[in-house]
């Protein structure tokens, strides 16, 4: 899509695909190349409502210069009077949650290769000093060879920010690290505590810290601020070791993503040579 002002007479619908946070999600095409996007429509009165257009000003900025095979593209957008327009990658197979709510849970060769995806990725995304700093299953979708791509930069931010020490966080506190939940200044580390979230959850079927009622936040808050864990004896000893090695209280006591891409947890399921094996692995 070379540089151009679009509009929406460009593209015809194709089928609508579902609703997000912020508004509906369409399958179009680009009329002139035939090309399939995903289009997010969110409405300007919405985003107004609940004082979110620097975040999706932000996310526009920051997902639109980003370019790696497990970080959903964001192509360009463009707006009307009424209605913001993002022309998004389409990533055919769907949202990663669904697949988790439906499995329960994956099995530890499959949770492995989601938790290298994510750590290329988020190896990526730190090294252009941006955190994501809302990793959590209903932000992945899956590609057409089931690949995972992270969506929804909606609060990531250029790291070091202090400014985004007071987030009025509505969303769930289950995969935020503790000097998130406290308030304090954080850095990419809260994403690699995210990434010890998801490799529990992705292993158990449920989040480490998940309030003992549904949306008894308060627990949660409280078993995060402890790092109150408990790992099942049915996950690998390889498994625990790399969890226990992500969900670190202290931010810098977290295994570095490099680090975290050499674990045998990762290899054993991921081949050895770093990106490339998973494109010559016939996928
Ligand atoms: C209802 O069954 C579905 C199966 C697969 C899809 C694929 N969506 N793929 C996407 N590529 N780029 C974007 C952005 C999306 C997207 O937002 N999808 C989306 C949005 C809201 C709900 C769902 N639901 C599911 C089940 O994935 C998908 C969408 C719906």
Known sequence: ???????????????????GQFGQVYLMRERQSRFVVAMKVVLKSDLLKHNMEHQLRREIDIQSNLRHKHILRLDTFFHDEKRVYLVLEYAPQGELYKRLRKMVKFPEWQASKYIYELATALAYLHRKHVIHRDIKPENLLLGAHGELKISDFGWSVHAPSPSSRRLTFCGTLDYLAPEMVEGRVHSNRVDVWSLGVLCYE??????????LQEEDRQATYSRIAKVDLDIP?????????????????????????????LHPWITRHNGTKGSSSSHNRGL
Do not use: M, N, Q
């Not at 899509?1 to 579902?18: M, N, Q, S, T, Y």
């Not at 992705?202 to 309030?211: A, R, T």
């Not at 390889?238 to 891409?261: F, N, Q, T």
């Open 202 to 211: 992705f292993l158990v079927g449920k989040p480490p810290f998940e309030g």
């Open 233 to 261: 004896e049915t996950i690998s000893s390889e498994a625990r070791d790399l969890i226990l090695k992500l969900l670190k209280y202290h931010p810098d006591h977290r295994l570095g993503l490099e680090r975290v891409l």
């Open 1 to 19: 899509l070379i540089p151009k002002v679009w509009c929406l007479d460009d593209f015809e619908l194709a089928r609508p695909l579902g609703k």
